[in-house]
């Protein structure tokens, strides 16, 4: 049932687009059913998985030899987001209907959307970690197309670019961690590394683990240095960032970390990357957030920022994982709101600045108490949910390895957090209308449901955490620890000391809103960081690499494929030689030197020599046809050693193709213009030192043939059998026509299909002659 | 039906191909229904071997009824069925595009007896187990190359086909001395016989420098590095389907022999065999990063296509070098629990499962940007766009196989990337893993970049009006998209039942790791303990 | 006379090459003939040499008597002269096709397919 909750949204995905026709514009609410039906069913595990129950349905095996299997298995971390991913589809498939409506491709984008859905639901449910990884790369194809939607715009394409390449590489990086992983527990199901007990903290492959699962999380959920397609990936629609950017993809890496930390954590080097990672980034982008102007944009770096944080925190570990999941969970809420918001205000203003809209509260009632509702809670103020996340967070901190310095952090962050808030839920709502906010109206019902449904439950969430967030949040934990669910949150809740919480978030609160009254200085003062942040990382470095990669192929190439034929005869001798004396340079020497017992005849000398020489002097004579004359003299040349040795057939075939050569070369030579020597002297002298090795290799192969003799050559079989069995009495003739009658029939086709193509190159060179030159249709 | 009849199908049904379009010269349209025949019938047979040898059995044919090993003899195990079924699905699909996508002028200048005869190589040259019979099908797979690689005679297809035509002409010139010195050496044309007397011989070092020509002569042929500049010099020049035949076919013909040979002739036992397929380890490695780099670099949805294929041959190569080193260090310090060998048979499973996908893919590419450029009047990235809302449905014929060449999850390329990662990873060779994944990255951005400027970057305004569904020179268009279609489905298909692609593989390769069953194939020894012929007696000496 | 031999196929060899090295397209084919000439000698010397009969059985007996020279290189040298004689014709029919397109016969002249 868990993977038919995956295979039917993939269904769904593949008949939206028919759908969207039929439906026309309710549509969204029409597929917003099923995963809101899928959401439902979820939640229904809710009880059971809370008292630490543990769901794992039958799996299908895929490729048994490689133990490949759709297996899947639901705990309380992949519950918590199998509620994500389709409660939150729902409201905005839903909501896609309004923001898009009437676009001419709504019905791929619920194509896509919805596949990505399912992918990304497939990755949490699943057990077996190929079938995570197959999930994982899903969720970054169908996201390129998302973020490509609007491809007609330049920057939406360069997003998307940017989003598939470094998700990519990470999921590469993953491919070969998860494999190593395999490798190392001896199985691919998770949850038998778990119910074996297995932790690879000293497995020798851990580091190459760990590095590159890390690789894989850290470019998903968009952490320092890689954070850079998360902001540009806003080019995507509103519905895209509010689903893809808040609460599900960019999360997968946290998901993963948060899913392995069981096997993989617990060791100093997991400690110190994550808390250190996780809380660069944290701080980094939480600054960014507050400097920016764009509503989109601001809310981009917060999601970095945010998830910067649950990283650190999944770094800290014990109780920390439990503060890791809260705050999950209230960050999926209330950035799913603030988006939707976003992409509302975006839809009725066609305004993305939130400096050039003020008074939307009285144009857009509903939607400004939704996002104060989420602001109130990303700012971590008490009773929301935020705070509640805020409050799990402070406890663990201190006593992680690095935890003066994460301390100072989060203070940072909430001090960030809190101007960010304003800027996206103050700004634009209050004071008196101006120009662009009062070009609004009032969103419509399908723009309304997503952020009201999320920030209502954010609050809930806060006031009353008994009803969904505490199993949720609790069981969750228990699948990152391992302890069970009770046990798993009053552990870090009893760190706490309320009168110092309060104290620093009221502080971090106040700060917050200093720096946002004078956020302009703020802008104006730390100014570098717009040129600083692209050549830390951000697109430039990317465009940088990208460009340096194409410059070192178009270099390359350059060198490699020059165009000029001899250069490509003259590099692949070159290797060949390099070769084959790399692999018996000493057996060819060797060969040189053995003794022949068989004396060289007279005649067979002088036959040699008229060939060498003739040979020498087809290259070095200036009058072509003294060149072929000197071609045919080699060809006797070589048909007399034929004689000479027993082989008279062989050589009257030489004689005749010799002829025939002849008389081709004159003919075309007839067409052709006078040698011309287009080389120096110092190539030639070069040329003739490559063809002068080549040549002597070749004869130190024949030499070392001729001294080898590793078992009795089949021939005598020809010569025994060619008359009693094939009735012939020139064995060459009886190997050609029956013992290998084979090679014949080859070679004639060769012939047959040289003649096709000799015809069909003289008809189109006898159709496209110029008029000019009367000489040329005639051979 | 008999096994040696089945066997000898492959080569016979384009054979009559050939003869029956020259029959029918004159007359275009029989010439069309005979190559639906054939590429119908190929299939068939090909389904046929496939099923016959999933059990283990060697099916073998002794041309004229010789014994072995004097006969030629062609010998089709489970790797040779993938083979010649992979060649029968471009046949297929190279059959259907031709109907609407070639001109008129080639299809009455030999086109389909062209394609017939080099159907025929292919599959002689996979089927054979004669050294210089192989020589022959070579010969006649590059003379109807060449024809058709020049049918038509623009100045483009002229310079690409006389570098073509030189390269090649080299590599078959070290092919043929290199049979002579075999034979001078071993004594045998045939490749079984041959492997048996090598590993029976007291000095068996003195063969590898003949290997090395050969290793050389096959490198050329598979457009390895430093040898693969015939490729992008000709490739994007004649019409795009003849492109996807070569693309599908002709290097993948010198990846398979190069398989073939060195896993018969170097066994993990031969002293120098760590030494070669270390060196096919690096020429791999090589190819795919030069390869890769060079498309990254090009603009032209064809050049980065067939440059491309340098790339991918680089893979092929990995494999067979990662399956051939770990046997080897399996051999010489131990292998406890079989974890080097496991790994080795996996790797040239991946190496079969990655030819068979990327003809498909390859191919389908190839097929694709013969669309695009018929619609547009270009291949010219700069100069084309707005695919993607225009023909949604080229669009994803164009998607899958690209997704699927990079190796996106579900399509054929990810289970062959998969293979060969994790082979690689198990036998510890990281360096080349690295690099492999690296490549595949960029993979991804070659292909993503085509995705962007022709399907999603909006047609520039120059662009000149083009009516391809009219045009009088060639036929309609549908055909070409019946070609594609049929090949996204086929990658589509191998991605969803992996798990039958991936043990016929491994069939396969476990067939070329440990050879006795086809080595008794070729030898005739079927049942008889030892083979009664006087050339060959004392030959049944154990590998 | 190996070593003779073996020299003289060498040279075929390097003659060979250095004609197509030329940047003159009509030497290459001039290299090509001399590539085939070695190849010819070179399955023939490695085989081995032996100045004895010729491989044709006298009537009358039923095989061959006393030493000859062994008839398989022969048939190979023989197919493969045929069939480098059919691609030379063609190479030479293309190369002629080339310097009408291009209107001179020098290689590096063509260049366009590449980059």
Not at chain 1, 400 to 421: P, Y
Request: with cysteine; aromatic share 10%.
């Amino acid at each position: 049932m868990v993977l038919t909750s995956v295979f039917s949204l993939f269904l769904l995905a593949l008949v939206a687009p028919l759908v969207t026709r039929v439906a026309g514009r309710y549509a969204g609410w029409v597929l917003a059913t099923v995963p809101a039906g899928w959401a439902v069913w979820y939640a229904g595990f809710i009880a059971r998985v809370g008292e630490g129950e543990v769901i794992t349905p039958a799996s299908l095996v895929w490729v048994d030899s490689l133990g490949v299997a759709l297996s899947t298995r639901v705990d309380g971390l992949s519950l918590m987001f199998a509620l994500l991913v389709t409660g939150v589809g729902a409201l905005v498939v839903a909501y896609a209907g309004g923001y898009l409506a009437g676009h001419h491709h709504l019905g791929r984008f619920y194509g896509y959307l919805i596949a990505f859905m399912a992918s990304m639901l497939g990755l949490v449910v699943s057990d077996n970690l190929i079938a995570i990884f197959i999930f994982w790369e899903l969720t970054s194809v169908t996201s390129f197309l998302l973020i490509g939607f609007g491809h007609d715009r330049a920057a939406a394409r360069t997003a998307a670019l940017q989003a598939m390449i470094v998700t990519g590489l990470g999921g590469l990086a993953l491919l070969a961690g998860l494999l190593l992983m395999g490798v190392a527990a001896g199985t691919y199901e998770f949850s038998e590394m778990l119910e074996g007990g297995i932790t690879l903290g000293d497995h020798p492959l851990y580091i190459g683990i760990l590095v590159l699962v890390c690789l894989g999380a850290f470019t998903k959920s968009a952490q320092f240095p890689f954070h850079f397609w998360l902001p540009g990936a806003m080019e995507a629609p509103a519905p895209v960032s509010a689903y893809l950017h808040s609460s599900t993809m960019v999360k997968a890496g946290v998901f993963l970390l948060a899913k392995f930390s069981p096997v993989l954590g617990g060791t100093e080097e997991w400690a110190w990357t994550l808390q250190i990672v996780g809380g660069v980034t944290m701080v980094y982008a939480a600054f960014l957030a507050a400097r920016a102007v764009y509503f989109k944009r601001i809310l981009a770096f917060t999601t970095v920022s945010s998830l910067g944080a649950m990283v650190m925190l999944l770094g800290v570990g014990g109780p920390g994982e439990a503060a890791a999941m809260g705050f999950l969970l209230a960050h999926a809420m209330y950035k799913g709101t603030l988006f939707m918001v976003a992409g509302s205000v975006e839809h009725q203003t066609h305004t993305k600045n939130v400096e050039q809209l003020s008074g939307l509260m009285r144009i857009m009632p509903v939607t400004f108490a939704a996002a104060a509702l989420g602001a109130a809670s990303m700012a971590g103020v008490a009773p929301f949910f935020g705070f509640t996340a805020k409050y799990l967070m402070k406890g663990p901190i201190p006593e992680a390895a690095a935890g003066s310095f994460l301390v100072i952090g989060v203070m940072a962050m909430g001090i960030f957090m809190t101007t960010a808030a304003l800027l996206v839920a103050y700004k634009p709502f209050v004071g008196k209308p101006n120009e662009a906010a009062s070009a609004g109206s009032e969103a419509g019902p399908a723009l309304l449901l997503g952020p009201v449904v999320l920030s209502v439950a954010g609050l809930i969430g806060g006031l009353m955490p008994g009803l969904f967030v505490q199993p949720l949040v609790a069981s969750a934990t228990a699948a990152v620890t391992g302890d069970a669910p009770e046990k798993a949150l009053s552990s870090s809740i009893g760190m706490i000391n309320m009168g110092t919480l309060l104290s620093t978030s009221t502080l971090a609160i106040v700060l917050g809103v200093v720096f946002y009254a004078v956020r302009d200085m703020l802008r104006r003062t730390t100014g570098l960081m717009d040129r600083l942040d692209p050549m830390l990382s951000g697109p430039v470095v990317f465009q940088r690499v990208l460009s340096g990669t194409l410059w070192f192929g178009r270099l390359q190439t350059r060198l490699l494929q020059n165009g000029s034929l001899n250069t490509y005869i003259r590099t692949t001798i070159i290797g060949f030689i390099a070769l084959v004396l790399g692999l018996g340079a000493n057996r060819l020497k060797n060969a040189f030197l053995w003794q022949d017992a068989e004396r060289p005849s007279l005649l067979g000398m002088i036959l040699v020599v008229l060939l060498i020489v003739s040979g020498v002097a087809a290259t070095v004579f200036r009058y072509r046809l003294a060149a072929v004359a000197a071609l045919g003299m080699a060809g006797v040349a070589s048909a007399l050693i034929f004689v000479f040795y027993g082989a008279p057939d062989v050589a009257m075939t030489q004689f005749a193709i010799e002829t025939l050569t002849v008389l081709i070369f004159v003919l075309v030579f007839y067409h052709l213009p006078q040698f011309t020597s287009f080389t120096g002297r110092m190539q030639k002298f070069s040329d003739w030192v490559v063809s002068l090795a080549f040549g002597a290799v070749m004869a130190g192969m024949v030499m070392l043939a001729v001294q080898t003799d590793m078992a009795p050559k089949i021939s005598g079989y020809f010569s025994e059998n060619a008359v009693p069995l094939a009735y012939g009495r020139n064995i060459i003739n009886v190997i050609l026509v029956d013992f290998r009658a084979a090679d014949t029939f080859g070679e004639i086709v060769v012939l047959g299909i040289a003649g096709v193509g000799v015809a069909a190159l003289l008809s189109v060179s006898g159709r496209s002659q110029n008029p000019t030159k009367p000489d040329g249709g005639v051979a | 039906m008999t096994a040696q009849l089945l066997a000898s199908l492959p080569l016979l049904v384009p054979m009559t191909g050939l003869v029956l379009c020259l029959v029918f010269w004159r007359w275009v349209a029989l010439q069309r229904g005979v190559m639906v025949g054939v590429a119908l019938s190929l299939s068939a047979t090909a389904v046929a071997l496939l099923l016959r040898t999933t059990g283990g059995e060697v099916l073998a044919v002794r041309l004229g009824d010789w014994p072995a090993p004097m006969a030629i003899t062609l010998v089709v195990d489970q790797t040779a069925a993938i083979m010649v079924l992979l060649t029968a699905v471009v046949a297929v699909a190279c059959t259907l595009f031709s109907l609407g996508g070639i001109d008129r002028t080639r299809e009455h200048s030999a086109y389909y007896a062209l394609l017939c005869g080099l159907f025929a190589a292919v599959c002689g040259a996979f089927t054979t187990n004669d050294l210089f019979n192989l020589y022959v099908w070579f010969e006649v797979m590059l003379m109807s190359s060449f024809v058709l690689l020049s049918l038509g005679g623009r100045r483009a297809q002229i310079e690409g086909a006389i570098k073509y035509v030189t390269l090649n002409l080299i590599s078959s010139t070290l092919f043929l001395a290199a049979i002579g010195l075999t034979y001078a050496m071993l004594g045998t044309l045939n490749m079984a016989d041959m492997a048996e007397r090598l590993a029976a011989a007291e000095n068996p070092g003195q063969f590898t420098p003949v290997a090395a020509i050969f290793l050389v002569a096959f490198a050329i042929k598979s457009a390895s590095f430093p040898f693969f500049y015939w490729l992008p010099a000709s490739y994007h020049t004649p019409p795009s389907v003849i492109s996807a035949v070569f693309a599908g076919l002709l290097t993948k013909v010198g990846i398979y022999v190069m398989i073939r040979f060195f896993g018969l002739m170097f066994p993990a036992s031969h002293p120098d065999a760590g030494m070669i397929y270390h060196i096919i380890l690096w020429l791999g490695g090589f190819s795919m990063v030069t390869g890769v780099l060079s498309a990254a670099a090009q603009m032209e949805i064809r050049r980065i296509l067939s440059v491309h294929i340098i790339s991918q041959i680089g893979y092929m190569l990995m494999g067979l070098g990662i399956a051939g080193s770990a046997l080897h260090r399996a051999a010489n310090d131990g292998d406890p629990g079989g974890v080097l060998a496991g790994a080795a048979a996996l790797a040239l499973a991946g190496t079969i499962f990655h030819i068979a996908h990327n003809m498909v893919v390859k191919v389908n590419l190839f097929l694709v940007a013969g669309t695009v450029e018929r619609i547009c009047g270009s291949g010219d990235l700069n100069r084309i766009g707005g695919l993607y809302a225009a023909r949604p449905g080229l669009a994803a014929l164009f998607l899958i196989p690209a997704l699927s060449l990079a190796g996106i999850p579900v399509l054929s390329g990810f289970w062959s990337k998969f293979l060969l990662v994790r082979a690689g990873l198990v036998a510890e060779a990281y360096v080349i893993i690295g690099v492999s994944l690296f490549v595949s990255v960029l993979t991804l951005f070659s292909m993503i970049k085509i995705w962007i400027y022709a399907f999603w970057k909006p047609a520039p305004e120059n662009a000149e009006p083009h009516n391809p569904d009219r045009d009088p020179t060639v036929g309609p268009m549908r055909w070409q998209y019946a070609g594609s279609l049929f090949l996204t489905c086929v990658t589509i298909l191998i991605g969803v039942f992996a798990n039958q692609a991936i043990r016929a593989a491994r069939i396969g390769a476990d067939q070329l790791i440990e050879p006795r069953a086809y080595l008794d194939a070729a030898m005739d020894r079927a049942g008889e303990p030892a083979s009664a012929d006087p050339a060959s007696a004392g030959e049944g000496v154990a590998r | 006379m190996h070593l003779l031999m073996a020299i003289t196929v060498g040279m075929m060899y390097a003659t060979g090459l250095y004609m197509m090295l030329r940047r003159s397209i009509v030497k290459l084919l001039i290299g090509l003939v001399l590539l085939s000439h070695g190849s010819n000698l070179l399955i023939f010397t490695a085989a081995g040499l032996s100045e004895g009969n010729p491989p044709l059985i006298r009537p009358g007996e039923d095989g061959m008597v006393g030493p000859h020279t062994d008839p398989l290189p022969g048939a190979l040298i023989l197919t493969a002269i045929v069939i480098s004689f059919a691609i030379l014709a063609f190479a030479c029919v293309l190369v002629k096709r080339g310097y009408e397109e291009v209107g001179t016969d020098d290689q590096n002249a063509m260049n366009t397919t590449d980059q």
